[in-house]
């Protein structure tokens, strides 16, 4: 891998410098190919700045950058933005014409910018975050020989752009009003947002948002009921304001106004967005205009009253697609009939289609989820499958004694140890209490809860621990009832939904914005209404996705729609479907009732416990073969649950800017 360039920049003075630098001649001189007469450019054109070898990152493997040539284009008064990725060079070679087309960022006005974020990670290359009016964003460019302070003082030239007085580092675009100069203080923000471990976004700061936690009110998510709490006592109720930042930020919005609302998602999205939002030109792209661009009123306009527009997909009438009932789950004897004389799994897809139907019986689940985990192979035997317990209950332990060994000194020059460990226990003893198994004082089941997540934090180093994996790990506990086979079981998934708890939050907002394009591919009206009031960054959606649905149904329903998940019979991407099917089945509510952001996050919150799982299923079932490949193709490539495609051993840029 080429080394990457490390980058020393002052701030105020280098821009200022680069100001002086000269016209906008000068810049393009100082970029890799000088001014361009690409016959691309039309009539009355003028490439202002040119940059070759700038870089996007679809995923963490070096393997799969997209390297193309960055232009600033002057058509009259309007200036434009282009990004072109290379045909026929090696670096680009995987890159298939569909996802040339995803990422290729055609002709976008500046009147359609809302702001620019420039990063300059300690080591690494230094990248700017292009973020729309609309709240999405392009993917971070990546800038492999220099050029951004001339990127930027080009743009000055051109469009009237500020530095933010709340971030140095965001360039506000054609703000005349300067809203990021007012207080986020009702909002309990600190002014930077990082979360997870993955692509750093750090400013160079050494925490990250399970770090960050301390300095949050508490989390919205314990202001709400699981459904499974309904049902006993809470003990253990805490107020304990350290909880995770991803959360608290996006569903605290409900509790502030919206202009708040507004200034900390832009802040968010501007910190944390992975670029996917991008591929919103695809249903619409730019086109370099002959005239002078003039920027769209149509998110301003408030839905008029009248009746709610009809729904284009009619499942009454869609029996063939999703008439199929859903069936008793799987139990051991059935089981047993997938099963050859040395315990192979004959027919994995017959298998896997029995259970997207039916589910699998809790007595048998401890034997079915390691396989659709991923944790054991189909085709492994029973002498296999003993031999890998063994040997991965003797790598447990040695992982363990890690952290067990530390002694109270040691503990006392261990930050990370200590932050860590401190979170876990506050969030063990808060997690599904109500259920008998993890219910009374001293309970064993807790502290095997706990210890298995401090291993993980040590086992998986770079990732650690936020909130919302305890959420994960308790069912598989439950079900596997041992500790070493719920901790292998945990990694297994954590492969799928690991990116999902990210620093830069890519995983989530990868699957945010397919979200978006999902409805607007199978329900056209409700994503109108969803931009016209603001709401297409589907934040509200948040918690179904982080934690996969575990705090909307019961228990017992959580489990079996997540063995539903996991067989990825139809989809790997289901979940996704699942939320098109739950925000199709409460449309006419949603846009009767004009809900805005605010009004709908706290309608969608309140829908824990009262979703009918085997109708949204079926829903589910019905959309995704609905939409076919029109509905794969508007899922960016990696987006969680999907496992990478690279060897496991590939190097992961993630880790290139910083480690924790």
Same mark, same amino acid.
């Given at each position: 891998?080429?080394?990457?360039?490390?980058?020393?920049?002052?701030?105020?003075?280098?821009?200022?410098?680069?100001?002086?630098?000269?016209?906008?001649?000068?810049?393009?001189?100082?970029?890799?190919?000088?001014?361009?007469?690409?016959?691309?450019?039309? #009539?009355?054109?003028?490439?202002?700045?040119?940059?070759?070898?700038?870089?996007?990152?679809?995923?963490?493997?070096?393997?799969?950058?997209?390297?193309?040539?960055?232009?600033?284009?002057?058509?009259?008064?309007? +200036?434009?933005?282009?990004?072109?990725?290379?045909?026929?060079?090696?670096?680009?070679?995987?890159?298939?014409?569909?996802?040339?087309?995803?990422?290729?960022? *055609?002709?976008?006005?500046?009147?359609?910018?809302?702001?620019?974020?420039?990063?300059?990670?300690?080591?690494?290359?230094?990248? $700017?975050?292009?973020?729309?009016?609309?709240?999405?964003?392009?993917?971070? +460019?990546?800038?492999?020989?220099?050029?951004?302070?001339?990127?930027?003082?080009?743009?000055?030239?051109?469009?009237?752009?500020?530095?933010?007085?709340?971030?140095?580092?965001?360039?506000?675009?054609?703000?005349?009003?300067?809203?990021?100069?007012?207080?986020?203080?009702?909002?309990?923000?600190?002014?930077?947002?990082?979360?997870?471990?993955?692509?750093?976004?750090?400013?160079?700061?050494?925490?990250?948002?399970?770090?960050?936690? %301390?300095? $949050?009110?508490?989390?919205?998510?314990?202001?709400?009921?699981?459904?499974?709490?309904?049902?006993?006592?809470?003990?253990?109720?805490?107020?304990?304001?350290?909880?995770?930042?991803?959360?608290?930020?996006?569903?605290? @919005?409900?509790?502030? =106004?919206?202009?708040?609302?507004?200034?900390?998602?832009?802040?968010?999205?501007?910190?944390?967005?992975?670029?996917? &939002?991008?591929?919103?030109?695809?249903?619409?792209?730019?086109?370099?205009?002959?005239?002078?661009?003039?920027?769209?009123?149509?998110? %301003?306009?408030?839905? #008029?009253?009248?009746?709610?527009?009809?729904?284009?997909?009619? @499942?009454?009438?869609?029996?063939?697609?999703?008439?199929?009932?859903?069936?008793?789950?799987?139990?051991? #004897? #059935?089981?047993?009939?997938?099963?050859?004389?040395? &315990?192979?799994?004959?027919?994995?897809?017959?298998?896997?289609?029995?259970? /997207?139907? &039916?589910?699998?019986?809790?007595?048998?689940?401890?034997?079915?989820?390691?396989?659709?985990?991923?944790?054991?192979?189909?085709?492994?035997?029973?002498?296999?499958?003993?031999?890998?317990?063994?040997?991965?209950?003797?790598?447990?332990?040695?992982?363990?004694?890690?952290?067990?060994?530390?002694?109270?000194?040691?503990?006392?020059?261990?930050?990370?140890? *200590?932050?860590?460990?401190?979170? $876990?226990?506050?969030?063990?003893?808060? =997690?599904?209490?109500?259920?008998?198994?993890?219910?009374?004082?001293?309970?064993?089941?807790?502290? =095997?809860?706990?210890?298995?997540?401090?291993?993980?934090?040590?086992?998986?180093?770079?990732?650690?621990?936020?909130?919302?994996?305890?959420?994960?790990?308790?069912?598989?506990?439950?079900?596997?009832?041992?500790?070493?086979?719920?901790?292998?079981? @945990?990694?297994?998934?954590?492969?799928?939904?690991?990116?999902?708890?990210? *620093?830069?939050?890519?995983?989530?907002?990868?699957?945010?914005?397919?979200?978006?394009?999902?409805?607007?591919?199978?329900?056209?009206?409700?994503?109108?209404?969803?931009?016209?009031?603001?709401?297409?960054?589907?934040?509200?959606?948040?918690?179904?996705?982080?934690?996969? /649905?575990?705090?909307?149904?019961?228990?017992?329903?959580?489990?079996?729609?997540?063995?539903?998940?996991?067989?990825?019979?139809?989809?790997?991407?289901?979940?996704?479907?699942?939320?098109?099917?739950?925000?199709?089945?409460?449309?006419?509510?949603?846009?009767?009732?004009?809900?805005?952001?605010?009004?709908?996050?706290?309608?969608?919150?309140?829908?824990?416990?009262?979703?009918?799982?085997?109708?949204?299923?079926?829903?589910?079932?019905?959309?995704?073969?609905?939409?076919?490949?029109? &509905?794969?193709?508007? $899922?960016?490539?990696? =987006?969680?649950?999907?496992?990478?495609?690279?060897?496991?051993?590939?190097?992961?840029?993630?880790?290139?800017?910083?480690?924790?």
């Amino acid at each position: 891998m080429q080394e990457p360039e490390l980058h020393d920049l002052s701030d105020d003075a280098d821009y200022a410098a680069s100001l002086q630098q000269g016209s906008a001649s000068m810049m393009i001189t100082r970029s890799d190919s000088g001014r361009s007469t690409s016959s691309s450019v039309p #009539e009355g054109a003028e490439i202002v700045y040119l940059k070759d070898n700038v870089t996007i990152h679809p995923t963490q493997y070096a393997s799969e950058r997209i390297s193309g040539r960055l232009k600033l284009i002057k058509q009259g008064s309007s +200036l434009f933005m282009t990004w072109i990725p290379y045909k026929g060079q090696s670096t680009n070679a995987r890159l298939s014409e569909r996802d040339r087309n995803l990422y290729t960022i *055609r002709a976008v006005p500046f009147t359609d910018v809302r702001s620019i974020r420039r990063r300059t990670p300690t080591l690494g290359w230094q990248y $700017i975050i292009v973020v729309l009016s609309s709240g999405l964003a392009f993917p971070q +460019l990546y800038f492999y020989n220099g050029g951004v302070k001339e990127f930027l003082a080009t743009i000055k030239q051109h469009v009237f752009i500020v530095r933010s007085l709340e971030d140095a580092n965001v360039f506000l675009v054609n703000d005349f009003q300067n809203p990021l100069q007012k207080t986020l203080s009702s909002l309990e923000l600190p002014v930077y947002i990082a979360s997870g471990p993955s692509a750093s976004i750090s400013d160079g700061g050494e925490s990250s948002s399970c770090e960050l936690q %301390e300095r $949050i009110g508490d989390s919205i998510l314990d202001e709400i009921p699981r459904p499974s709490q309904n049902l006993g006592r809470q003990k253990h109720k805490s107020h304990d304001p350290a909880r995770d930042l991803t959360i608290h930020v996006l569903e605290k @919005f409900s509790l502030v =106004t919206k202009f708040a609302r507004d200034t900390s998602s832009q802040l968010f999205r501007e910190s944390n967005s992975n670029g996917y &939002g991008a591929v919103e030109r695809k249903s619409s792209s730019y086109s370099l205009p002959d005239v002078p661009h003039k920027p769209s009123m149509d998110a %301003e306009i408030a839905p #008029e009253e009248g009746p709610v527009p009809s729904d284009p997909l009619e @499942f009454d009438k869609m029996t063939l697609v999703w008439g199929k009932p859903r069936q008793p789950p799987l139990g051991s #004897e #059935e089981w047993a009939t997938f099963l050859d004389s040395e &315990g192979r799994v004959m027919d994995s897809k017959a298998l896997k289609k029995r259970i /997207f139907y &039916g589910g699998v019986e809790h007595t048998t689940r401890r034997e079915v989820w390691p396989f659709l985990l991923g944790y054991h192979a189909y085709d492994s035997t029973y002498a296999e499958r003993e031999y890998l317990k063994s040997s991965k209950k003797s790598e447990y332990e040695t992982v363990r004694q890690q952290w067990q060994s530390i002694s109270t000194e040691q503990a006392k020059r261990f930050t990370k140890f *200590r932050e860590r460990k401190g979170l $876990i226990d506050k969030d063990v003893v808060r =997690t599904d209490r109500a259920l008998s198994f993890y219910d009374g004082d001293d309970n064993p089941n807790v502290n =095997t809860l706990r210890d298995i997540l401090l291993t993980y934090s040590f086992y998986n180093f770079d990732l650690g621990y936020c909130q919302g994996m305890s959420d994960l790990l308790s069912p598989i506990l439950f079900v596997m009832e041992d500790e070493s086979e719920s901790f292998w079981c @945990f990694v297994a998934l954590m492969e799928r939904l690991g990116a999902n708890f990210n *620093r830069d939050q890519n995983g989530m907002h990868s699957q945010l914005f397919a979200l978006s394009k999902l409805v607007e591919l199978l329900d056209c009206p409700l994503h109108n209404y969803f931009k016209q009031n603001d709401c297409l960054n589907y934040f509200f959606c948040l918690r179904w996705v982080l934690i996969q /649905f575990k705090r909307e149904f019961e228990y017992k329903k959580t489990m079996r729609l997540w063995e539903v998940l996991w067989t990825h019979y139809l989809s790997e991407h289901l979940h996704l479907y699942v939320c098109v099917a739950i925000l199709k089945r409460y449309r006419k509510k949603i846009m009767g009732e004009h809900m805005d952001f605010d009004t709908l996050l706290k309608f969608i919150n309140e829908l824990s416990g009262h979703i009918d799982l085997d109708a949204i299923l079926r829903d589910a079932e019905a959309l995704c073969i609905c939409a076919g490949e029109n &509905g794969a193709a508007r $899922i960016p490539p990696g =987006t969680p649950p999907s496992l990478p495609t690279e060897n496991e051993n590939a190097l992961l840029y993630a880790q290139d800017d910083e480690v924790l």
